[in-house]
């Protein structure tokens, strides 16, 4: 049931503002009374019972569908019976629900859309608390507490993919539109993962118009690098590139916010192996190649000057388009991040300043906040930012996200997208 519930008044980035409360009970369900008593009664958590996504303080802006809960079950097994509430000021949602297995279950989209239109924003949490029994066995509540947006997701969500079932089990970049229930295939062709061939490397320009992707194949590694136009062909097909270059890599550029330029990602080390990935370079990228900037309507190459080293590993252009920021592998060894000012009018780059360093891991895959006053970044315990170790092994890497404010230099873990609780210590139960 329903009750309650105003249209208001609209509140930032069109958001209704609530006046009203609403309140939505869906128990008993399917359950038994006497298994609903019990489920909001609560019982001790069981220390096998934790949260696995979505993470607690998790902000989440308009436009999504209702995230999956997922947590580790009671020891005793998985949940016979799942009881979820949800509230915030002018909102409270109750929802009784069956057998779970795996442990996991979607919040419906009623409830979803009504705790987002009746929220007040940073300052109205949405509490999270979920309840399991097993048999008799009741663990819970345990706990979280989210945010919302006063506005929606602008634009869409590209991601490289590896072994989706959508495109073959190759690699390939995908699509998340705003409110879609599914990612769709956005540039794929014929291949199978990990040999390829694959287009699955890429950028995208702040604007949304223009895309720059690898074209991989192995043994033999770089087939070409293709751009596409977003604004005159909206649905690129990926054999029919903008733009292509057969001896340089576009995969990880820094593409300027109005889509005219790219600088590429820089790579110091030499490239070996079946699948490319020399000490010091990004896996599947090739080396020693130096930064370079193309223009991604033509493919044709762009003079510059100014820039700290030969080889600016994975840059990023600021939305204002006047600064750079990337790993300075050069002068840092692939431990210090740096920002440089950038002028689109003579393609110099000047004022270098570090930003970030650790002498033991390596800072990678920066980007700015949409203000261009910050860089959100991961620090990594690889050389070669990523997953795997280098040289390549059986040890998967581990990495934390930071942020740094440009005009200080001082950055702090952003401990709650790590998983971590208030006192430092982590929640996850597969820490690393």
Excluded at 216 to 232: A, E, Q, W
Aim: charge should be negative; glycine fraction near 12%.
């Amino acid at each position: 049931s329903i009750i309650g519930g105003d249209s208001g008044m609209l509140g930032d980035g069109g958001h209704p503002k609530p006046t009203m409360p609403v309140n939505i009970d869906e128990c008993p369900g399917t359950l038994p009374a006497s298994t609903v008593s019990a489920l909001q009664a609560g019982g001790a958590v069981d220390p096998a019972m934790k949260w696995l996504y979505p993470y607690d303080q998790t902000v989440f802006p308009g436009g999504l569908i209702a995230p999956v809960l997922q947590w580790s079950p009671q020891s005793a097994g998985n949940a016979t019976g799942v009881y979820v509430h949800m509230s915030s000021q002018l909102f409270d949602y109750k929802g009784c629900f069956g057998p779970t297995n795996p442990a996991d279950l979607p919040i419906p989209a009623v409830a979803w859309s009504a705790a987002w239109a009746q929220s007040n924003g940073s300052g109205d949490p949405l509490k999270v608390e979920l309840t399991t029994i097993v048999g008799t066995s009741v663990s819970g509540p345990i706990t979280e507490s989210w945010t919302f947006a006063l506005g929606s997701l602008r634009g869409v969500v590209y991601y490289n993919t590896y072994t989706s079932p959508q495109v073959g089990n190759n690699g390939a970049v995908m699509v998340i539109q705003p409110g879609a229930a599914m990612p769709a295939p956005f540039l794929v062709i014929q291949g199978s993962s990990p040999t390829g061939p694959c287009i699955s490397c890429h950028s995208v320009s702040a604007s949304g118009s223009m895309i720059v992707a690898q074209h991989h194949s192995y043994p033999g590694g770089l087939v070409d690098s293709d751009s596409y136009n977003l604004l005159t062909n909206p649905m690129p097909v990926a054999t029919t590139p903008t733009a292509k270059t057969t001896t340089d890599d576009w995969g990880f550029s820094a593409v300027f916010p109005d889509g005219s330029r790219i600088l590429t990602d820089g790579q110091p080390g030499t490239t070996g192996g079946l699948f490319p990935a020399g000490p010091g370079d990004n896996p599947g990228m090739e080396g020693p190649k130096a930064s370079q900037m193309y223009d991604p309507s033509t493919g044709n190459t762009i003079a510059f000057t100014g820039l700290s080293g030969q080889h600016a590993m994975m840059p990023s252009f600021s939305p204002d388009g006047t600064k750079v920021v990337f790993n300075d592998t050069d002068n840092g060894a692939g431990h210090t991040l740096v920002v440089m000012d950038f002028d689109k009018g003579t393609n110099t780059f000047s004022n270098v300043k570090q930003i970030f360093k650790d002498t033991n891991a390596y800072p990678a895959w920066p980007f700015f906040t949409p203000d261009s006053t910050q860089v959100v970044f991961i620090v990594d315990s690889s050389s070669n930012f990523a997953s795997t170790t280098d040289p390549p092994g059986n040890t998967v890497a581990s990495a934390d996200l930071y942020i740094t404010d440009v005009a200080s230099a001082v950055a702090h873990q952003l401990g709650a997208a790590n998983g971590q609780n208030s006192n430092g210590s982590t929640y996850l139960p597969y820490p690393g």
